[in-house]
């Protein structure tokens, strides 16, 4: 069973700079089966990237992903007011799939 | 519009049996996996199993393997998530996602494209 491991469980940042999400995963899994997602209070979570590198549909370029073997990261270029929330890593590769614990990114 | 529905908010005791659902709509529901997402209150995500409702292939977490049973009516393009007998502890939102396959320089890739608004079960005596 693979577990993932998201650090930091917090990251406080202003608008503007960077925020740098790291994923670890406890085995090596499939770069296709890679996903970070956003939560927002209240709110369904949403698909930011898959692959761990392919931006969804209409979500914007300040978001990337990058990573293999078992060292993925989310990378934000620059905040906006919007990007403050909680992501998370998943792996759906290998049976049973499985989120990361959540990084929240908060104003600081 | 490609959209996942799930059923209303419910209130149960312990002890009782619950079957919430999850309709698609706007594609094929048959072609893809959907899942379910458990989030307990002020916690994370955990991915509690999947189903392919064209032939009812079902995964589970160990976690929840015997605690819910996941099954899809493909001729109503329905998803369920049910429990025989609540415990308070299944207090949660429950969401379920449709995932989506994209072939990009020569293989797929995977992602949860599509979620449902989620169903929160409150179980309480």
């Known amino acids: 069973e693979i577990v993932l491991t998201q650090s930091p469980g917090t990251l406080s940042l202003s608008p503007g700079e960077r925020a740098t999400l790291s994923c670890r995963a406890s085995q090596s899994v499939s770069s296709r089966s890679l996903g970070w997602y956003q939560q927002k209070p209240g709110q369904a979570p949403r698909l930011l990237i898959y692959?761990?590198?392919n931006r969804a549909t209409g979500i914007p370029d300040r978001f990337s992903g990058s990573g293999s073997g078992t060292d993925f990261t989310l990378t934000i270029s620059r905040l906006e007011p919007e990007d403050f929330a909680v992501y998370y890593c998943?792996?759906?590769?290998?049976?049973?799939?499985?989120f990361g614990q959540g990084t929240k990114v908060e104003i600081k | 519009e490609v959209q996942l529905v799930q059923s209303g908010a419910e209130v149960k005791k312990p002890g009782e049996s619950l079957k919430i659902s999850c309709k698609g709509s706007?594609?094929?529901?048959?072609?893809?996996?959907i899942g379910w997402v458990r989030q307990m209150p002020g916690k994370g995500l955990e991915w509690m199993g999947i189903?392919?409702?064209?032939?009812?292939?079902?995964r589970y977490s160990p976690s929840f393997q015997g605690q819910v049973t996941i099954s899809a009516d493909k001729s109503i393009s329905t998803a369920y998530l049910q429990w025989s007998s609540l415990k308070a502890s299944d207090t949660a939102m429950y969401y379920c996602a449709r995932r989506s396959a994209w072939y990009i320089s020569g293989y797929y890739s995977y992602g949860m494209d599509v979620w449902g608004q989620g169903t929160t079960v409150t179980v309480s005596s």
């Open positions: 706007g594609y094929s529901f048959t072609n893809y996996w």
């Open positions: 692959g761990a590198s």
């Open positions: 998943q792996q759906s590769g290998s049976s049973p799939w499985a």
């Open positions: 189903i392919y409702p064209g032939d009812s292939d079902t």
